[in-house]
């Protein structure tokens, strides 16, 4: 899935939430794009990919796409939706579907996400828009993760499209 460098997605919902024990019974096909990161042992079908979960995976749906579980026992992950881009003519990066075990800095991220979007119920303007500055840095640290994995990257500005934003979110968060 490619993602523009510049443009701020916009949370639809996310969380720290429980998944009961599953055996793919369930299909969701959601229209925004999905990131789970995981504390438990699952298999994940995303399309017609399975993916072996452990503890410290992450996978990111794409919004349509056909995805189910097998979960065989009740575990937890950190969840994030947000909406498809629009059309950008800004140079894109490449999202991976699944990485098998993401540093603690990601963790770390969505930890922040979700507190800021308890903190105010989602109806403070500018804890939004600072939610959303943190899930771009987020999705930028999973394409340059991601290609340190050998996923390729659209974009050979990534290093300077993130101190780009980390100056703007410095600049006007602080």
């Not at 429980?18 to 079908?45: G, K, M, Q």
């Not at 996978?59 to 937890?76: H, K, L, N």
């Not at 394409?143 to 290093?159: I, Q, Y």
Request: glycine share 6%.
């Amino acid at each position: 899935m490619d993602w523009p460098t510049m443009m701020v997605p916009k949370i639809v919902s996310c969380g720290y939430f429980s998944h009961a024990p599953d055996a793919y019974e369930v299909v969701y096909n959601c229209p925004t794009h999905i990131i789970h990161l995981y504390t438990y042992y699952a298999t994940a079908r995303i399309g017609d990919r399975h993916y072996a979960i452990e503890p410290g995976a992450m996978t990111i749906t794409p919004a349509g796409v056909d995805s189910s579980y097998s979960v065989p026992e009740e575990g937890r992950h950190w969840c994030v939706h947000f909406r498809p881009a629009e059309e950008a003519e800004e140079p894109m990066v490449s999202l991976p579907e699944f990485l098998s075990c993401v540093g603690q800095g990601l963790h770390d991220s969505l930890r922040r996400i979700q507190t800021l979007a308890n903190r105010t119920g989602g109806h403070d303007a500018v804890t939004r828009h600072r939610e959303s500055l943190l899930l771009q840095e987020f999705l930028l640290a999973v394409a340059e993760e991601g290609n340190d994995a050998g996923v390729p990257v659209g974009s050979t500005r990534l290093d300077s499209v993130l101190s780009e934003l980390t100056t703007h979110i410095e600049a006007n968060l602080s």
